[in-house]
């Protein structure tokens, strides 16, 4: 059974950042893209972006642009996702999904989660 | 950005009745050259992620009861479970991914009567 186990919760101040990981295991790392969406309390989905762990391409949504940076370690089929500069705004439950495979077409819908991670932005 | 309008916000339906909810896309997620609408339905359950019941519109993620049908075509969709079960109360959520970013609607919490 494909697995996403991601890191604990986190607490920052304005201004720092965050760096979130994701550990894969029961699939093969580099054949799917993977994709990062947050959840505000309370509130619906937004998609932040994607990564072909195969080579470390990505993209982020036009709001994160700057402030995102995901990356990945094959050798621990592990990903990571940075915010960077945050805000009270940035409060919310990140978590990780998987994507289409790497030799189709990248289609973001996302068939497994991880758990989620939440980061709380307070002073 | 493609905007996903959901209704109802919430439903209550009686076990064992049909619930029926929808998704309207501010363009078309309908990709002409291969006629597959763009469009996921998710299923979440408080202090879960969410969990891939439909993808293209219609088509039944594996192991997903097939209560959970998706229908539509272009701007419109519909999800619906036909005979309700207590474990289907959550928040149900549409998205498309014709155009990126990819986007969700608000959701529909779905209850029961």
């Known amino acids: 059974q494909v697995q996403l186990v991601q890191s604990g919760a986190e607490v920052k101040k304005p201004g720092a950042s965050v760096k979130v990981s994701c550990k894969a295991s029961?699939?093969?790392?580099?054949?799917?893209?993977m994709h990062w969406v947050r959840q505000a309390p309370g509130q619906g989905l937004e998609w932040m972006g994607v990564i072909n762990p195969s080579g470390g391409s990505t993209s982020y949504a036009q709001k994160f642009q700057g402030r995102v940076t995901m990356t990945s370690d094959t050798s621990t089929s592990t990903l990571y996702m940075e915010l960077s500069s945050l805000r009270s705004e940035d409060t919310a439950v990140y978590y990780c999904a998987r994507g289409s495979h790497t030799g189709t077409a990248n289609y973001h819908f996302f068939d497994y989660w991880g758990q989620g991670t939440l980061v709380t932005v307070s002073s | 950005d493609i905007v996903m309008t959901q209704s109802p916000d919430s439903l209550a339906v009686s076990l064992g009745e049909r619930a029926t909810m929808n998704c309207k896309s501010s363009?078309?997620?309908?990709?002409?050259?291969?006629?597959?609408?763009?469009l996921a339905w998710y299923q979440q359950k408080p202090g879960q992620p969410p969990k891939l019941l439909i993808y293209w519109a219609s088509t039944r993620e594996s192991g997903v009861p097939d209560r959970f049908s998706g229908s539509g075509s272009g701007t419109d969709f519909t999800l619906t479970i036909s005979s309700l079960q207590a474990e289907d109360v959550a928040v149900y959520y549409c998205?498309?991914?014709?155009?990126?970013?990819?986007?969700f609607g608000q959701g529909t919490k779905l209850e029961i009567k």
């Open positions: 998205q498309q991914y014709d155009t990126s970013p990819a986007t």
């Open positions: 029961q699939y093969t790392f580099t054949s799917y893209y």
């Open positions: 363009q078309s997620v309908l990709y002409s050259s291969n006629s597959k609408n763009y």
